[in-house]
Antibody, heavy 121, light 107 residues
Framework: EVQLLESGGGLVQPGGSLRLSCAASGFSLSDYAMTWVRQAPGKGLGWVSGISRSGDDTFYADSVKGRFTISRDNSKNTLYLQMNSLRAEDTAVFYC??????????????WGQGTMVTVSS | DIQMTQSPSSLSASVGDRVTITCRASQTISSYLNWYQQKPGKAPKVLIYAASSLKSGVPSRFTGSGSGTDFTLTISSLQPEDFATYYCQQTYSAPCSFGQGTKLEIK
């Protein structure tokens, strides 16, 4: 079965760090660009970051640029999101999603179940 | 960055109704427009990609149209399972922004 499974969410204090992981199964991660999308409680979807198939190209929303780092280990079939200097407004469910051949130009056809990140003192 | 604007933000309708949701991009995005459905507590699910292509397994009552900056999602005859929130998304260029969502509720 083709699926994505996120982990690593939790409660963290403002200014703290977390690393999210997204394990892919049923397909080869290296064949697809990947993306992180977040959803604050009661709010809409927000694109966070995307990474090319090789990992050479990365893209970020302005709101997380300089604080978050997306990466991937295709040998482990796993996507990551390192989140530093976390703020209360980063509180959200974080989803990983499978894209197309490039970061843009493809719909997100497979989504994980989401992992909750809460930033609070 | 490209901004996506959906309307309406919410919509009340009855089973069997035909409903249309619109999405406008702040600049031309060709046909790089996708539609997603999200139910409470669940991940989004793609319905339509490339503006008008129906994802395999999605009922044919869902249709998408448009190109350039203006797009629509139409549900021809609402079913009980269609009451959810719908989002458009552009994948013309990163950041691949979403619309703010349209919540479809039962009248």
């Amino acid at each position: 079965e083709v699926q994505l499974l996120e982990s690593g969410g939790g409660l963290v204090q403002p200014g703290g760090s977390l690393r999210l992981s997204c394990a892919a199964s049923g397909f080869s991660l290296s064949d697809y660009a990947m993306t992180w999308v977040r959803q604050a409680p009661g709010k809409g979807l927000g694109w966070v970051s995307g990474i090319s198939r090789s990992g050479d190209d990365t893209f970020y929303a302005d709101s997380v640029k300089g604080r978050f780092t997306i990466s991937r280990d295709n040998s482990k079939n796993t996507l990551y999101l390192q989140m530093n200097s976390l703020r209360a407004e980063d509180t959200a469910v974080f989803y990983c999603a499978r894209g197309g051949l490039t970061v843009a130009r493809g719909a997100f056809d497979i989504w994980g179940q989401g992992t909750m990140v809460t930033v609070s003192s | 960055d490209i901004q996506m604007t959906q309307s309406p933000s919410s919509l009340s309708a009855s089973v069997g109704d035909r409903v249309t949701i619109t999405c406008r991009a702040s600049q031309t995005i060709s046909s790089y427009l996708n539609w997603y459905q999200q139910k409470p507590g669940k991940a989004p699910k793609v319905l339509i990609y490339a503006a008008s292509s129906l994802k395999s397994g999605v009922p044919s009552r869902f249709t998408g149209s448009g190109s350039g900056t203006d797009f629509t999602l139409t549900i021809s005859s609402l079913q009980p399972e269609d009451f959810a929130t719908y989002y458009c998304q552009q994948t013309y260029s990163a950041p691949c922004s979403f619309g703010q969502g349209t919540k479809l509720e039962i009248k």
